[in-house]
């Protein structure tokens, strides 16, 4: 009786890992090109030194040393610390009200809309807003809540107010509510996205267990769409951290920000300062992440 050979195994076929490794060559060109390579540059730059006309290569902790100038001293916190506590505030302000929101809507759309044409419909509803550019939706609210707006003459009209409203633009509740004007739906979609993925027998099965609404929603769906929180808060909470044209544009230039002194430092060239700034904002943030995905192994659960 002839036996015939052993068949190789797919992984081990002739040139199997070599076409694999030629179809990741592209996009491993393009993410050392365009993130390695700038990234190893403002490091480099970052113990560079400089002066009022140019740029000193070398290596010198100087930059990093200047950044956190007196915060050894006792008494007043220094500036950078106040600065990224400025900046750590609104990001998790923003945050949890983005979560609020997000979560809401996603449910609303994943489990209280039945016509897929529909759910189609309201989520592209919600997308309309990022037709426009965020300079142009940031401006429209100053008509809204400036101190002659359309806010303060309703308030004055209906007799709340005597006066107009000063805190409405320029401050910091202007700042938080363009936040979440601009990067609610970073926090909708990937949870959407979660929810639309949960087995409906789950929740038919706790309902036919006797739990209530309540207990449904936090037993159930709440950890299952704990992907799509995880992703949606690294969303928002990195690109609140590094954003400056939302704090200077409601904030009136008045709100410190990380992201508004880097951009500072750069249009007054100081730019080893500027990359040392940019390189603790990067540690910082990374941190962040880093701390969010242990809460869930995200490429397991995608």
């Not at 490794?21 to 030194?49: C, E, G, K, R």
């Not at 001293?73 to 750590?88: A, H, P």
């Not at 189609?120 to 997308?127: E, G, I, K, M």
């Not at 449904?216 to 909470?237: A, D, E, H, Q, R």
Request: glycine share 6%; aromatic share 14%.
């Amino acid at each position: 009786m002839s036996t015939s050979a052993p068949a190789l195994p797919a992984a081990a076929a002739p040139g199997r890992s070599i076409a694999a490794w030629w179809q990741a060559a592209p996009f491993t060109a393009v993410f050392v090109l365009f993130f390695l390579v700038p990234l190893a540059l403002i490091v480099m730059v970052s113990f560079w030194d400089f002066n009022d006309y140019e740029l000193l290569p070398g290596f010198t902790f100087k930059n990093y040393v200047s950044i956190f100038a007196g915060c050894g001293d006792m008494g007043d916190v220094c500036v950078t610390l106040k600065t990224y506590w400025s900046t750590l505030k609104f990001s998790v302000i923003v945050w949890l009200i983005t979560l609020v929101v997000g979560f809401a809507v996603a449910y609303f759309l994943a489990f209280h809309v039945r016509s897929p044409g529909m759910q189609t419909l309201l989520f592209v509803l919600c997308t309309i807003p990022f037709w426009t550019s965020n300079v142009i939706r940031m401006i429209s609210w100053v008509p809204l809540l400036g101190r002659n707006g359309l806010v303060n003459q309703a308030l004055q009209g209906m007799g709340l107010t005597d006066a107009p409203v000063e805190w409405l633009l320029f401050s910091d509740f202007s700042v938080v509510l363009a936040f979440v004007h601009l990067y609610t739906m970073f926090m909708i979609v990937p949870i959407f996205n979660s929810m639309m993925r949960i087995d409906r027998s789950l929740i038919e099965a706790a309902s036919d267990s006797g739990a209530s609404g309540w207990q449904t929603l936090w037993n159930v769906i709440v950890p299952l769409s704990k992907t799509g929180i995880i992703i949606g808060s690294i969303f928002v909470l990195t690109i609140v951290m590094g954003d400056f044209v939302t704090i200077g544009v409601m904030g009136g230039q008045q709100i410190a920000s990380v992201g508004k002194i880097i951009q500072v430092q750069t249009s007054y060239l100081q730019f080893p300062l500027a990359a040392a700034n940019a390189v603790i904002l990067l540690a910082v943030v990374l941190m962040i992440i880093w701390a969010l995905t242990r809460m869930v192994d995200i490429r397991k659960e995608l």
